[in-house]
């Protein structure tokens, strides 16, 4: 039962954190843990090249390696049997596979749960634009987010123009640019924009939560 748990564990760390869809299975007697009595595998699926790629592994190993090394208990007769062991394991690779399920060509696509940021806010300024009116504007919409427990960043460096800017929190794949110029603030809106398939919202600024 423990390896299922586990195997089942992995599965939803790859499914609700990052987004990886995930098929279960048994690996063949040729491809099970040396040694062990079975081994269960987490499977994902690489769209970009058709193969699937192991993400995770759990394995019964049964009472062989006790045997082996003499790992014993004594149980409620006070009769010494042999450990059962299990091993699983979950590596870094499921970083790379996040990366292979979600990227494109502009960078990374970060799922929201493992996103450090879930937004980015980026003003949109123009040459007869108060930059003062526009900045407070963000910082206001910031304020409530940041209240709300949603980790975003304001990005009001002034160096660099908001074409810049986009290309700079895609590459990084935050999973949500949030865009205010003069236009929005006259009708108390923003835009949205997501990262992953790059649809844009108009959404009043109380309603920015919902």
């Known amino acids: 039962k423990l390896v299922f748990d586990i195997l089942d564990l992995y599965r939803r760390w790859y499914e609700e954190y990052l987004a990886v869809p995930i098929i279960k299975g048994l690996k063949s007697e040729g491809e099970k843990f040396a040694g062990g009595n079975f081994t269960s595998t987490a499977e994902a699926f690489i769209s ?78 123009y040459k007869n634009t108060d930059e003062n009116v526009v900045y407070s504007y963000c910082k206001d919409i910031e304020k409530i987010l940041k209240n709300a427990q949603i980790n975003c960043i304001f990005d009001d460096r002034s160096l660099y123009s908001p074409g810049y800017k986009f290309n700079h929190w895609e590459l990084r794949g935050i999973p949500i640019r949030i865009e205010v110029g003069p236009k929005d603030i006259q009708n108390n809106s923003c835009v949205f924009v997501r990262r992953d398939n790059n649809e844009k919202v108009n959404v009043k600024k109380e309603s920015v939560l919902l």
């Open 48 to 125: 970009e090249n058709g193969r699937a790629i192991q993400a995770a592994t759990s394995h019964y190993l049964g009472t062989n390696f006790a045997k082996m090394f003499k790992i014993e208990f004594e149980d409620e007769n006070e009769v010494k049997q042999y450990v059962h062991q299990t091993s699983w394991g979950c590596t870094t690779r499921s970083i790379g596979i996040m990366i292979m399920t979600h990227g494109d060509d502009k960078g990374l696509v970060l799922p929201p749960n493992v996103s450090k940021y879930k937004a980015v806010i980026v003003p949109i300024l």
